[in-house]
T-cell receptor, first 118, second 111 residues
Framework: GAVVSQHPSRVICKSGTSVKIECRSL??????MFWYRQFPKQSLMLMATSNEGSKATYEQGVEKDKFLINHASLTLSTLTVTSAHPEDSSFYICSANSGGNTYNSPLHFGNGTRLTVT | SQKIEQNSEALNIQEGKTATLTCNYT??????LQWYRQDPGRGPVFLLL?????KEKRKERLKVTFDTTLKQSLFHITASQPADSATYLCALYSSASKIIFGSGTRLSIRP
């Protein structure tokens, strides 16, 4: 089955530093990947849609300069949390679908990255 | 405004019983609806997809119904087991080319 690998699974960083999270589709190509953020006991909040070869589309209220997304190839998207602050601490999850159309094919998720900013 | 609501934040049932989870939506007209399972500290895992012209879909002990008139989907786990304990999320495709998730129901199956 389709596998999405996300790395690192956990990261602790100091306030003011930047953190990069990688999301790879291992056995399929993904022209589109999605980045979600999840707070404890809450659902997934879509942050942005990452498009291979073009700019990401950010959801309302998500700072594009804060959360930099790069989708340089059909199998890799990265999310960089710049100048991280404690309020950025959260669980970040990426996903991609292996089918041609988003709406009728399931999303395959990475196992998430637990970010803690001290 | 558009909403997806899973009415129960948590559901506790006895092993062997059928668990029924509810997903309601407003101001959407989805052609498809999906259900996912999420374990603590992990990403969601896809379970089932049901199309608007399908009343019911089954996969092993799982059954999903989709009522576009009521704007509701029900997710059933029959003969529930402690290993079924997890958070279950419904999701649908919005008009803006993205999948939106409900808040989830945390299901606990007690032995």
């Amino acid at each position: 089955g389709a596998v999405v690998s996300q790395h690192p699974s956990r990261v602790i960083c100091k306030s003011g530093t930047s953190v990069k999270i990688e999301c790879r589709s291992l056995d399929f190509q993904a022209t589109t990947m999605f980045w979600y953020r999840q707070f404890p006991k809450q659902s997934l909040m879509l942050m942005a849609t990452s498009n291979e070869g073009s700019k990401a589309t950010y959801e309302q209220g998500v700072e594009k300069d804060k959360f930099l997304i790069n989708h340089a190839s059909l199998t890799l998207s990265t999310l960089t949390v710049t100048s991280a602050h404690p309020e950025d601490s959260s669980f970040y999850i990426c996903s991609a679908n292996s089918g041609g159309n988003t709406y009728n094919s399931p999303l395959h998720f990475g196992n998430g990255t637990r970010l803690t900013v001290t | 405004s558009q909403k997806i609501e899973q009415n129960s934040e948590a559901l506790n049932i006895q092993e062997g019983k059928t668990a029924t989870l509810t997903c309601n939506y407003t101001n959407y007209s989805p052609a498809y609806l999906q259900w996912y399972r999420q374990d603590p500290g992990r990403g969601p895992v896809f379970l089932l997809l049901i199309r608007e012209n399908e009343k019911e879909k089954r996969k092993e002990r799982l059954k999903v119904t989709f009522d576009t008139t009521l704007k509701q989907s029900l997710f059933h786990i029959t003969a529930s087991q402690p290993a079924d304990s997890a958070t279950y999320l419904c999701a649908l495709y919005s008009s803006a080319s993205k999948i939106i998730f409900g808040s989830g129901t945390r299901l606990s199956i007690r032995p």
